[in-house]
């Protein structure tokens, strides 16, 4: 049948319209500043054999792997009506523990009218129409340290792994698993409340897709929805089939894993022939000691991510993306780790340093990229007794960098970066919400590198501890600094600053201390590198 292309944006508009929706409706709802201040989440539409139509634009971390956790919810759950499975195990495409997603099946409504019910006859009562699902970070899901982002060796050691379970069967809530979860996990009232803000934003997604089928019938909605996905593959496949065949390398290093003082390689090789990418991470190191294992959802999302920014256009956010691509990632490597290893810190470091190294490759095609941005999340997690009530409390927060400059544009100072779309906690509802006090917040001038187009400054942010707590890092590019590219200089490496009565000490990228009362944190975090040869001038 002829695909009428007016219609097709409006649906490319309202699928990505009840993702983004989604999205509201989770941030409003929930309790923690994590999700509800830093938007530390995202949510996604998928077709009737669950693959992606549109995601909102939220989390670019989130891009490749939801889709695996979703055919994983399908493979091990029978969905029905009224079910919603609950998962967080990165060997299931997930991510890293704290990363909660949630899945549920869009079902015929019965008590549509009967003209939308003759529009969808074709479709069984007891087969689902979409998939909806969300995911979000939870500041806390149990483990050996609070915020559960720190330094381990294995998997059992940073929080609760979920397997896909159902926590809504037929519309009520699943009391025992919501209890097991409880149990495990710190600030057991903030984490109930995050994950009955995820059920609120599936129930809204379900309704968003039901109004459309109602409106345009069950047949075409779903045919626009693969035609979607094809329109965005062909989008790709353009754009790759532009870019000179060949091969094109690259490697870049992670610091360490925490544990040993080694650097981590990264390693990729990319193949353009004719319309088509083969990514390969042969090379790369094997898996690590220490948190920055990635699993293989991650590599695919880094390599998603960057693909999908060289479409010069506004596409969904579909698996359309990935189909002319092929993803080549060695099982036991640190971009495809084995079981059981450590990997809160894949998620978050590993991910923007696969992003480098692919960027650093694609940049040898002669492809619009940038020079390296500051590479790191730095992660910050501080736990213990909030004195004002006595009760437990878990914060966590990412620290926004420099981005990396461009042929044509400088970057741009204290912004999340790549893999991260999250937003700083306010000064505000941090204050608010936990026993913490902001000193100091603002840009590190001179931290972006120099060239014809300088590097984005980072920023320098200082928080002092109104009470005794863990304090933990985990970050990057403390050691090997973001490159430069076509002779710019590399940006400023990050630091993170332990201030206390007997002076200042520097901490490592990944470590753990018990601080005190007025003790004080610093985080001073990477410039992007530059674009182009240094000669002097206002572009300094």
């Not at 998997?155 to 809504?168: A, D, F, K, S």
């Not at 009520?172 to 409880?182: E, P, Q």
């Not at 995050?194 to 129930?203: E, F, V, Y």
């Not at 400088?410 to 913490?436: C, F, K, Q, V």
Request: net charge neutral; charged share 25%; with cysteine.
């Amino acid at each position: 049948m002829k695909v009428d292309p007016v219609k097709l944006e409006i649906f490319k508009s309202l699928y990505s319209s009840v993702a983004e929706e989604m999205g509201v409706s989770l941030r409003r709802s929930a309790f923690s500043p994590n999700i509800k201040e830093r938007r530390d989440y995202s949510c996604a539409v998928f077709n009737q054999h669950g693959v992606l139509i549109a995601q909102g634009d939220h989390m670019p971390v989130h891009l490749g792997s939801m889709p695996m956790s979703v055919r994983a919810a399908l493979e091990t759950v029978d969905l029905g009506p009224g079910d919603i499975v609950v998962l967080n195990d990165p060997y299931a495409g997930g991510t890293h523990l704290p990363d909660v997603t949630m899945v549920a099946a869009v079902f015929e409504d019965e008590s549509a009218n009967k003209e939308s019910r003759k529009r969808s006859r074709e479709k069984r009562r007891d087969h689902p129409l979409f998939y909806v699902a969300n995911r979000a970070h939870h500041a806390d899901i149990g483990g050996a340290t609070p915020g559960s982002m720190g330094r381990a060796e294995e998997i059992y050691q940073e929080g609760l792994r979920i397997p896909p379970v159902r926590l809504m069967i037929g519309g009520r809530l699943n009391d025992d698993v919501m209890r097991l979860i409880s149990a495990n996990i710190r600030i057991p009232e903030e984490r109930e409340g995050d994950l009955t803000a995820q059920l609120g934003a599936i129930a809204t997604g379900c309704q968003r897709l039901l109004e459309i089928v109602e409106r345009y019938g069950f047949d075409e909605a779903d045919r626009y929805a693969t035609t979607l996905i094809d329109y965005t593959a062909a989008m790709m496949r353009r754009v790759i089939k532009d870019l000179p065949d060949g091969v094109y390398e690259a490697e870049d290093f992670l610091d360490d894993d925490g544990y040993s003082e080694d650097p981590v390689r990264i390693a990729v090789r990319i193949e353009i022939k004719g319309d088509r990418a083969y990514v390969d991470f042969n090379g790369s190191a094997k898996q690590v000691r220490g948190p920055i294992n990635a699993v293989e959802a991650i590599t695919v999302s880094a390599v998603y991510y960057v693909f999908r920014c060289l479409i010069p256009m506004n596409v969904p956010a579909s698996w359309g993306i990935l189909e002319p691509i092929t993803v080549t990632a060695p099982l036991g490597t640190v971009v495809n780790a084995s079981p059981p290893a450590a990997v809160a810190g894949g998620n978050v470091e590993t991910s923007q340093r696969i992003v480098d190294t692919v960027l650093r490759a694609m940049s040898k095609t002669g492809a619009f990229v940038p020079a390296a941005s500051q590479g790191t999340m730095n992660n910050l997690t501080i736990g213990g007794t909030d004195l004002r009530n006595g009760k437990q409390f878990a914060y966590y927060e990412t620290v926004a960098g420099g981005l990396g400059a461009r042929p044509g544009l400088n970057g741009i100072d204290g912004i999340h970066t790549h893999m991260t779309n999250s937003l700083n906690t306010p000064a505000e509802a941090m204050e608010y919400a936990y026993p913490l006090r902001v000193r100091r917040y603002g840009i590190r001038r001179g931290s972006g590198g120099k060239g014809k187009f300088k590097g984005g400054d980072g920023v320098v942010r200082e928080v002092e501890l109104l009470t005794d707590a863990q304090v933990t890092i985990l970050s990057d590019r403390r050691k090997i600094p973001p490159y430069g590219l076509n002779g710019g200089e590399s940006g400023s490496l990050g630091r993170t600053v332990l201030i206390t009565e007997e002076g200042e000490k520097v901490l490592g990228g990944k470590e753990s201390v018990h601080a005190k009362t007025s003790d004080r944190i610093r985080i001073e975090s990477p410039g992007g590198g530059g674009w182009g040869k240094y000669s002097g001038g206002p572009k300094e």
